[in-house]
């Protein structure tokens, strides 16, 4: 969808870092740093061929939470990425929300990532106040711009346009 949308000439083949059932079974073999070093070497022949290149981190679908996390960081940090990090509120409490991105983005800031921007999304609309007061009173809001995109159900949705 993105090569046609954008009429990208790049084959699909080239525009990934490696497929999942690489990545599981490289990490199973004890072999994390060949993993992240053949990631890198696929990004950069795709960097020396455009302009930019977004880069779009794991689906969580495929290993454990924490490990992908982990592995998105070292990533990014190793191919000298800048970070746009995402988190979803959902149905977790301010608290937990503000926790997590706390985590996260010190996990990426420890690896050498450079955190740029943080999103938090799907906030519900009568906890937008208190994710907000919670977000001024942690170190959240000195590390990068945070912004909240409310919950909407359409964005779960997205149209194939």
Do not use: H, W
Not at 6 to 27: C, K
């Amino acid at each position: 969808m993105m090569r046609s949308r954008y009429g990208i000439v790049t084959p699909s083949d080239e525009m990934f870092g490696v497929t999942r059932t690489q990545a599981r079974q490289l990490l199973a073999d004890d072999r994390y740093s060949n993993l992240i070093q053949l990631i890198q070497q696929r990004f950069k022949t795709l960097e020396a061929k455009a302009d930019f290149v977004v880069v779009e981190g794991t689906s969580y679908q495929g290993l454990a939470p924490e490990l992908e996390f982990e592995l998105n960081a070292d990533i990014a940090a190793n191919i000298g990425s800048r970070v746009l990090s995402v988190y979803a509120m959902g149905n977790r409490s301010v608290d937990e929300c503000v926790q997590s991105v706390l985590i996260g983005n010190e996990s990426f800031v420890d690896r050498g990532a450079q955190l740029i921007a943080t999103i938090i999304n799907q906030v519900p609309d009568d906890q937008s106040t208190a994710l907000n007061a919670a977000i001024k009173t942690s170190k959240l809001d000195s590390k990068a711009p945070l912004y909240f995109l409310p919950e909407e159900p359409l964005l779960r949705q997205p149209t194939v346009r």
